[in-house]
């Protein structure tokens, strides 16, 4: 049976999360204020609804709590927290939300957010929202040779960054996100510190992900 999603919010990062969804075999809701958005959208997705999603009722018209998982990828941080504290007084059943900031993203888990992402490259966005869901990645495998995979971060990188350890020419793989805990960090800099306890996801060929040591991110039963 295809999962179910709703994706509230229908701009450059929630479009891309909608489609790859939706590519992967999933039925996907798409949910905007914004009437031009909505009509972009209207032959790609399984539905599109005009609707301002703070508001419950027009929530509840659309059935938002009978999904498998929501994704909240509004841009602005009022509109953000309103649709959310929404979503979890309908006792949405999995609610995913795109953060603008650090700060957003811990005011976002204190709410009760099951998974914080933090898009911080417009270049990653896309490829990012394909392994949000772990059955994507499966899409991106065929259709690309490209195989995802994850990893704990090792104990002798802790407190390393990113760009000290070289790790794309180092082991030909390429580090898309980071999850710690709830939060994934999406497209992470240079910069990255590693932590104790991280999960690495990268992309790459699937020779290159196992010397890595990953395992790859397959469709779930």
Same mark, same amino acid.
């Given at each position: 049976?295809?999962?179910?999603?709703?994706?509230?919010?229908?701009?450059?990062?929630?479009?891309?999360?909608?489609?790859?969804?939706?590519?992967?075999?999933?039925?996907?809701?798409?949910?905007?204020?914004?009437?031009?958005?909505?009509?972009?959208?209207?032959?790609?997705?399984?539905?599109?609804?005009?609707?301002?999603?703070?508001?419950?009722?027009?929530?509840?018209?659309?059935?938002?709590?009978?999904?498998?998982?929501?994704?909240?990828?509004?841009?602005?941080?009022?509109?953000?927290?309103?649709?959310?504290?929404?979503?979890?007084?309908?006792?949405?059943?999995?609610?995913?939300?795109?953060?603008?900031?650090?700060?957003?993203?811990?005011?976002?888990?204190?709410?009760?957010?099951?998974?914080?992402?933090?898009?911080?490259?417009?270049?990653?966005?896309?490829?990012?929202?394909?392994?949000? !869901?772990? *059955?994507?990645?499966? +899409?991106?495998?065929?259709?690309?040779? =490209?195989?995802?995979? #994850? @990893? &704990?971060?090792?104990? %002798?990188?802790?407190?390393?960054?990113?760009?000290?350890?070289?790790?794309?020419?180092?082991?030909?793989?390429?580090?898309?996100?980071?999850?710690?805990?709830?939060?994934?960090?999406?497209?992470?800099? !240079?910069? *990255?510190?590693?932590? +104790?306890?991280?999960?690495?996801?990268? =992309?790459?060929?699937? #020779? @290159? &992900?196992?010397?890595? %040591?990953?395992?790859?991110?397959?469709?779930?039963?």
């Amino acid at each position: 049976m295809a999962h179910e999603f709703a994706v509230i919010g229908l701009g450059r990062f929630g479009t891309g999360v909608a489609l790859a969804l939706a590519e992967a075999g999933c039925t996907v809701v798409g949910i905007d204020n914004d009437p031009e958005l909505v009509q972009d959208l209207a032959e790609q997705l399984t539905d599109v609804v005009q609707a301002d999603a703070a508001d419950e009722n027009a929530l509840r018209l659309i059935g938002i709590s009978d999904f498998d998982g929501v994704v909240v990828a509004i841009g602005d941080l009022e509109s953000s927290l309103l649709v959310t504290l929404a979503l979890k007084h309908l006792n949405v059943r999995s609610v995913i939300a795109k953060a603008l900031t650090r700060r957003h993203a811990e005011i976002l888990l204190k709410i009760g957010v099951d998974e914080v992402v933090l898009p911080e490259q417009e270049a990653g966005e896309r490829l990012a929202a394909r392994l949000i !869901a772990p *059955e994507i990645s499966q +899409v991106l495998r065929e259709q690309t040779g =490209v195989s995802a995979g #994850e @990893r &704990l971060v090792p104990e %002798g990188w802790v407190g390393q960054t990113i760009g000290q350890l070289n790790i794309r020419r180092a082991h030909g793989v390429l580090v898309i996100a980071i999850r710690r805990g709830t939060l994934l960090i999406s497209a992470p800099g !240079a910069e *990255e510190r590693f932590e +104790v306890g991280d999960l690495l996801i990268a =992309v790459g060929s699937e #020779e @290159r &992900l196992r010397a890595f %040591g990953c395992h790859r991110r397959d469709r779930r039963a």
